[in-house]
């Protein structure tokens, strides 16, 4: 496993969690990160991805201003600062590592297991 993703767990619509995803490469440090979520009988979807040079972030419309993508390259480690959670926002997260800036999920290489978010109303 080259990712590995933690953070998730129950809580309250309007509420805060905070997932990590470690890496154990270190040439992952290099590469374009993403978070992208799947919820039960949905497509996997893209939530936020973070440039691999500039460390621009790029968000999903229906995050925006809610979600925080954010790096700590000398830990290895991608995190995602989600905010004024909704229940919509109920679903297994993923972080991702590829060499191309995507917003498609079929293209990226590396994956994390995934950690599961549930925000109850």
């Known amino acids: 496993v080259q990712l590995q993703a933690s953070g998730g767990g129950l809580v309250q619509a309007g509420g805060s969690l905070r997932l990590s995803c470690t890496h154990s490469?270190?040439?992952?440090?290099?590469?374009?990160k993403a978070w992208f979520r799947q919820a039960p009988g949905k497509d996997r979807e893209f939530v936020a991805r973070?440039?691999?040079?500039?460390?621009?972030?790029f968000y999903a419309d229906s995050v925006k201003g809610r979600f925080t993508v954010s790096r700590d390259i000398a830990k290895h480690t991608l995190y995602l600062q989600m905010n004024s959670l909704k229940p919509e926002d109920t679903a297994v997260y993923y972080c991702?590592?590829?060499?191309?800036?995507?917003?498609?999920?079929?293209?990226?290489?590396?994956w994390g297991q995934g950690t599961q978010v549930t925000v109850s109303s």
């Open positions: 991702a590592a590829d060499m191309e800036a995507t917003r498609d999920p079929s293209k990226f290489r590396y």
């Open positions: 490469r270190r040439t992952l440090s290099s590469y374009h």
């Open positions: 973070i440039s691999r040079g500039t460390g621009d972030a």
